[in-house]
Nanobody, 118 residues
Framework: QVQLVESGGGLVQAGGSLRLSCAASVASGTIFSINAMNWYRQAPGKRRELVAAITRSGSTNYADSVKGRFTASRDSAKNTVYLQMNSLKPEDTAVYYC?????????WGQGTQVTVSS
């Protein structure tokens, strides 16, 4: 079993910054072999969308809407990924979720609320 815990959300004014963290805890005896750790977000009334992904090798991919503003990074030793969010916009308001797929099984964190005021 894999448990994901996000933190770092909050309320910020437009133009501000937040840094999200996602720590993965792996139960004893569980094989942890993932290709990427992902950040998704879901705004009220909208579908959950992929925001950023960071692979085991450190390669990153971003949604067009956040390119140049968000940066994903990871600390492999801690099984933790981060999402640095700069120049935040009101449309970035959403619940942000961490996600991994471990041996064909998907895991989600509980989500952290990000609210950007105009």
């Amino acid at each position: 079993q894999v448990q994901l815990v996000e933190s770092g959300g909050g309320l910020v004014q437009a133009g501000g910054s937040l840094r999200l963290s996602c720590a993965a805890s792996v139960a004893s005896g569980t094989i942890f072999s993932i290709n990427a750790m992902n950040w998704y977000r879901q705004a009220p009334g909208k579908r959950r969308e992929l925001v950023a992904a960071i692979t085991r090798s450190g390669s990153t991919n971003y949604a067009d809407s956040v390119k140049g503003r968000f940066t994903a990074s990871r600390d492999s030793a801690k099984n933790t990924v981060y999402l640095q969010m700069n120049s935040l916009k009101p449309e970035d308001t959403a619940v942000y979720y961490c996600n991994v797929v471990n041996i064909l099984v998907g895991y989600w964190g509980q989500g952290t609320q990000v609210t950007v005021s105009s």
